[in-house]
């Protein structure tokens, strides 16, 4: 099933609304058009030109609402301004200086509940992205461990779920200690679950395959592995595991003996830093080309995605779809 397809049946109540902070970009602009064909997702660009509203025109009912030239200059501006000065105990002036600024008007788009979610990072880096959602949007309210996770179509591959693999957490926590890295794993389970519908089967890799080796790096994973059966977490999950013990059941047949309910049949894969998993994110990307879409931001109160700043207009349409289908925030609006 593709993605569209998926995205018609997770897409209860279309179409979305889905801000890119980024419009000026010609790359979100085409994926605008596209996904407006849909029918499932209605794209707000900031920063797009006047003229663009034409284009969108066949698809929309009100296109010149999708087009937001200037965010300082948009009436809502004002409300927003007024809502982040009161939750932040600021001067107006300075508040308007702050949401005027495109990423976080159209963070504060999805916290007023004036967007479903969206996605940025083609203009800017992860940091400025992360650093807006968090300042407009918030965290959950549930422990979330604030993470990521890239969902991959990877030519060739075969499994249950087609050619679709997760990969945690690629953009957000650099050096996650035990109880982060379980917490990332939940995370990752939780959204593939709301995105794409999967059974999770996660594994946290490692360099070691169940003791094949001792190192303190080993038994961080070992460790949040212990705690994710302490959690009695509703998904399969094993670690410590290497790669080809994860994705090859004929490997894992070798190095396990069948005793692993995930191993060669995982399809959620949790590395041990940011390093290895945006590195490894990479090299499937550019050697194995792989369709990447996201980084899907997982821990905030709305549906957000950080992509990638090589982000192709496939990526940006496959992911937009992905956050139209994740839940919306969970906090009225403020």
């Known amino acids: 099933m593709s993605l569209l397809e998926r995205a018609r049946t997770t897409i209860t109540d279309p179409p979305r609304t889905i801000v890119f902070p980024e419009g000026e970009d010609p790359v979100v602009q085409a994926a605008a058009v596209a996904l407006a064909a849909t029918a499932l997702v209605r794209p707000v660009l900031v920063g797009a030109p006047p003229t663009f509203a034409g284009r969108l025109a066949p698809y929309v009912a009100d296109p010149d609402g999708c087009v937001v030239a200037a965010a300082r200059e948009d009436p809502r501006c004002s409300r927003y ?48 992205v992360i650093a807006a959602s968090r300042l407009a949007i918030g965290a959950r309210d549930d422990g979330t461990v604030p993470c990521s996770v890239y969902l991959l179509d990877l030519p060739g591959r075969v499994s249950q779920e087609g050619s679709m693999l997760a990969l945690a957490d690629p953009a957000m926590n650099p050096r996650p200690d035990p109880a982060e890295l379980a917490g990332i794993a939940v995370a990752a389970a939780g959204a593939v679950r709301d995105m794409l519908g999967w059974e999770p089967r996660v594994a946290l890799l490692s360099f070691s395959t169940h003791g094949s080796a001792d190192d303190p790096a080993v038994d961080l994973v070992r460790t949040a592995c212990d705690l994710l059966r302490e959690q009695d977490v509703s998904f399969a999950f094993d670690g410590e595991v290497q790669l080809d013990a994860a994705v090859d059941e004929r490997i894992a047949q070798r190095k396990l003996g069948g005793s692993s309910p995930v191993a060669g049949r995982a399809n959620v894969l949790v590395f041990p830093n940011l390093d290895a998993a945006n590195i490894g994110a990479k090299l499937l990307q550019h050697f194995a080309g792989a369709t990447a879409y996201g980084p899907i931001l997982l821990g905030l109160d709305g549906p957000v995605s950080d992509l ?5 207009l496939d990526d940006v349409v496959g992911t937009a779809l992905l956050v139209a289908g994740l839940p919306a925030r969970r ?4």
């Open 81 to 128: 301004a007024a809502s982040y000065a009161a939750r932040a105990d600021l001067p107006m002036g300075a508040a308007e200086l702050i949401t005027g600024r495109p990423l976080v008007f159209a963070a504060m788009m999805v916290a007023a509940g004036d967007a479903h979610g969206m996605v940025a990072g083609i203009a800017n880096p992860t940091e400025d």
């Open 308 to 312: 990638s700043r090589g982000a192709r």
């Open 331 to 334: 906090r009225p609006a403020p």
